[in-house]
């Protein structure tokens, strides 16, 4: 069965701070795909990131970087400096062979962001 | 480059009446996927259209139903509308069909059924 388990259902941070959201997933297929959405209040997913199964390469844009680890079958996701404008909800979400394009998405974490 | 639209923007129904949304792929999509969100959850897949044919399908009974034209737009159609209907509706377009490429959300509609 495919899964994706996002324990953190909401955080909250004052600005500048560093943040990570945690995203474990469940899979038996070798040849998978890692995403992650930022909804903000207006409802639109915004895409934010695309790692396949094969590249556990750490990635870094801007002020964000997210963390693939096969070993523990986790993709987290870290913010740093986090600003008012990061407030949203970051939903991870994995697709998995023999599924078409379905994305399994985790249940989402509400970040919040005070000045 | 038009990103993906959807329409109507909010939809309020009766139990038991039927609802269309409509979607618009962007420019070079001829994927689209449909998406339902509850208050609180994540998105759950209802099914995906590729070149005019249902090409994958999620836990989601047959009163929910699409169709895919040959401009790639795409419809949704729910027939017998329940209380739990009631969620924010995505529609998803990507450049292929199959896993790996990215997906690229609308606005969503937001379906109340009273």
């Known amino acids: 069965a495919q899964k994706v388990t996002q324990a953190q259902t909401e955080i909250s941070v004052v600005e500048k701070e560093d943040v990570t959201l945690d995203c474990v997933y469940e899979?038996?297929?070798?040849?998978?795909?890692l995403f992650w959405y930022k909804q903000p209040p207006s409802g639109e997913l915004v895409f934010l990131i695309r790692?396949?199964?094969?590249?556990?390469q750490n990635e870094i844009s801007g002020r964000y970087s997210w963390n693939f680890q096969k070993s523990t079958s986790s993709f987290n996701f870290t913010i740093t400096a986090s600003q008012v404008v990061d407030s949203a909800v970051y939903f991870c979400?994995?697709?998995?062979?023999?599924?078409?394009?379905?994305?399994?998405f985790g249940q989402g974490t509400e970040l919040s962001v005070k000045p | 480059e038009t990103g993906v639209t959807q329409s109507p923007t909010h939809l309020i129904k009766t139990r038991g009446q039927q609802v269309t949304l409509r979607c618009s792929s962007q420019?070079?999509?001829?994927?689209v996927s449909w998406y339902q969100q509850a208050l609180g959850q994540g998105p759950q897949f209802i099914f995906q259209?590729?070149?005019?044919?249902?090409?994958g399908r999620g836990n989601f009974p047959p009163r929910f139903s699409g169709l895919q034209f040959p401009n790639y737009s795409s419809e949704l159609n729910v027939n017998a509308l329940e209380l739990d209907d009631s969620a924010l509706y995505l529609c998803?377009?990507?450049?292929?069909?199959?896993?790996?490429?990215?997906?690229?959300f609308g606005p969503g509609t937001r379906l109340t059924v009273t």
């Open positions: 998803a377009s990507s450049p292929e069909e199959g896993q790996g490429y990215e997906q690229y």
């Open positions: 899979t038996r297929d070798t040849t998978y795909y």
């Open positions: 790692r396949n199964s094969f590249d556990e």
């Open positions: 979400a994995l697709s998995a062979d023999n599924q078409g394009g379905k994305l399994i």
């Open positions: 420019s070079g999509h001829n994927t």
């Open positions: 259209y590729y070149r005019e044919e249902e090409n």
